[in-house]
């Protein structure tokens, strides 16, 4: 059966391929490291009856962060401090031998109930993706993230990400 967990010594991010050498590096060589000095958490899905280290199918990195106002559209920034708490989605990615069978999406649907259960216990306006490329971008926006002032920085503002995890 397929499960999403935190990263840890039991995975093999070895054999990661999701055809970016820059997400397949940070999976293999600094994720748990992050983990580990609270920088940010990595979850990656696997399938759990495999044999011990479970490869990796998929993974997406969250972490805490802190922007500027101009950097949010303004639509969400009536009334809002100039240092305004969120959340940033630092990575997503599925491996290329299993991508176009939904994995992405339900990676970002798990990032997004994650995002939800943080803002609930402190708050934070949103959700921040820095999309690789434009195909990344159009996969974002596909789920209702929204342009920003930056080229490929998008936002979801976390009404949106409450209404998608509650579906
Ligand atoms: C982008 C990526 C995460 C998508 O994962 P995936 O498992 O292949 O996507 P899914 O099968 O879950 O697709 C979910 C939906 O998004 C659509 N979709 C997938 N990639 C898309 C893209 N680049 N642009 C627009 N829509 C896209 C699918 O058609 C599907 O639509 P449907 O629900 O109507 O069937 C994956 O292709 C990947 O890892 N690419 C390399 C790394 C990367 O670009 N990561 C982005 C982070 S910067």
Redesign the pocket.
């Known amino acids: 059966m397929l499960k999403i967990e935190l990263l840890d010594s039991t995975h093999d991010r070895g054999g990661f391929d999701?055809?970016?050498e820059p997400?397949n590096r940070y999976l293999q060589q600094i994720a748990r490291q992050h983990i580990a000095k609270g920088i940010s958490k990595t979850f990656v899905l696997v399938d759990e009856d495999a044999t011990p280290p479970k490869p990796v199918l998929?993974f997406f990195t969250i972490s805490l962060c802190q922007v500027l106002g101009q950097q949010v559209p303004a639509k969400w920034t009536k009334k809002l401090p100039e240092q305004i708490p969120a959340m940033r989605l630092g990575?997503?990615?599925?491996a290329t031998s299993?991508?176009?069978?939904?994995?992405?999406?339900?990676?970002l649907v798990e990032a997004l109930l994650r995002i939800g259960l943080v803002a609930d216990l402190a708050g934070g306006v949103g959700l921040f993706?820095?999309?690789?490329?434009e195909?990344?971008a159009?996969?974002y926006k596909?789920f209702g993230f929204e342009p920003t002032g930056a080229a490929l920085t998008l936002f979801m503002p976390m009404e949106t990400i409450r209404r998608l995890a509650a579906t």
């Open positions: 999701c055809g970016g997400l998929g990575r997503l990615a599925v299993h991508q176009s069978a939904g994995y992405g999406k339900a990676l993706v820095d999309a690789k490329d195909g990344a159009a996969f596909r």
